[in-house]
């Protein structure tokens, strides 16, 4: 029963291929983060790309701010597993050096990268290695002015025109800006003007907890009108941390299933058991289940008292309304058996393993 499963109607954008994944036409929405180490340290870059890969990043892009940096990506792009982005500012010929290198992509700043020459040299580049260069606008690359949302958009598009002008095509495209309204507004209007696909986010967000808000807000909008095709949930916070709060963004979307759906109440005064705890092990738990396809798609509801609880849990694949010290365990529906508070977390992954 996939209640989160969503109807939303993507916007038709041209298909990429980054290494080995594919974005743009049907394909899923894919995460993104970037590695907050020096590139040139190779052991440490190599080992937090590492941990972003079993977190669940689907892409990770990494900053070339030197010669040295870029001659490390080769060794870096050797030991990892996902598509490696090289992040491009002022020095054209680093970008040069970071696809001789290997990378799977370019993300350049037009704001600071802007010569025909160069660009047409970083293109040239590119159309021989294949891989797709993000024309990637934030608004520290416009400048003062007064509406940022429709600037980065001109700025964009004067900078797409000069790339295709080369000839080349095999673009992505982020339009951010670190106030939420005018990011929206930057990314409603360039979906209408071009077919590439869309790397979605905001910039500067801050903070985990407001650095959230801010970016469930702009890409919970956007991703609602069927906009956007990769995904970067930046935050002053360790990049995991990046990774886990996209998944969750698309799962709250019904984008994406990377586990079964938990549904839990907040709690009152009502319950008499400890839920939150409880809950809290279900979903560290589930995390290390091998679950089937169904599984995986199914929704586990957790509720503390009487009032709601069985009316959510037997509307779950598997749930559990609780009374005092007890609860109720509910498949499909249909009430099974009751269930003490230490046992609900490997009653309901039992039930769930055998969907």
């Known amino acids: ?116 020459a160069e660009i047409r040299e970083i293109c040239a580049a590119a159309k021989l290695a294949g891989i797709p260069i993000r024309v990637g606008l934030n608004s520290g690359s416009i400048g003062k002015t007064k509406n940022r949302g429709y600037a980065l958009v001109q700025k964009a598009k004067e900078y797409l025109k000069i790339i295709e002008g080369f000839g080349f095509r095999n673009l992505v495209v982020s339009v951010k800006a670190e106030n939420i309204f005018e990011t929206v507004a930057a990314y409603q209007q360039i979906a209408e ?20 808000a801010k970016s469930y807000v702009a890409m ?10 990769t995904l970067r949930i930046s ?27 938990i549904i839990s109440c907040p709690t009152c005064g009502r319950s008499r058991v400890p839920l939150i705890k409880m809950v809290k092990r279900l979903e560290q738990q589930l995390k ?35 009374g005092k010290t007890q609860g109720l365990l509910f498949k499909k529906g249909k009430p099974l058996y009751k269930v003490l508070a230490k046992d609900a977390v490997f009653s309901l992954i039992r039930e769930l393993t055998r969907l």
Not at 249 to 258: V, Y
Not at 298 to 313: D, K, L
């Open 235 to 261: 935050l002053t916070e360790q990049p995991e941390k990046e990774i886990e709060a996209a998944r969750a963004l698309l799962e709250a979307m019904g984008l994406r299933r990377f586990s079964p759906q």
């Open 1 to 116: 029963m996939d209640i989160f499963k969503s109807n939303i109607k993507r916007r038709s954008a041209r298909v990429v291929r980054i290494g080995k994944l594919y974005i743009g036409g049907k394909y899923p929405i894919a995460i993104q983060s970037m590695t907050k180490t020096i590139t040139k340290n190779i052991d440490q870059t190599i080992e937090q790309i590492q941990r972003l890969t079993r977190a669940g990043a689907e892409i990770v892009r990494v900053a070339v701010n030197d010669h040295k940096d870029a001659q490390a990506l080769s060794e870096i792009k050797r030991q990892i597993d996902i598509p490696l982005v090289a992040d491009i500012h002022f020095d054209w010929t680093l970008a040069i050096e970071a696809i001789e290198a290997g990378v799977d992509k370019i993300r350049l700043n037009p704001g600071n990268i802007f010569r025909k």
């Open 220 to 229: 919970g909008i956007l991703l609602f009108q069927g906009i956007g095709d």
């Open 193 to 212: 003007i071009c077919d590439y696909p869309l790397h979605l986010g905001v910039t500067a967000t801050g903070t985990y907890q407001k650095g959230l």
């Open 288 to 322: 290390e289940q091998k679950l089937s396809k169904n599984a995986l798609s199914s929704t586990v509801a957790m509720m503390g008292c009487v009032v709601n609880g069985p009316g959510e849990a037997s509307c779950a694949d598997i749930g559990l309304a609780f």
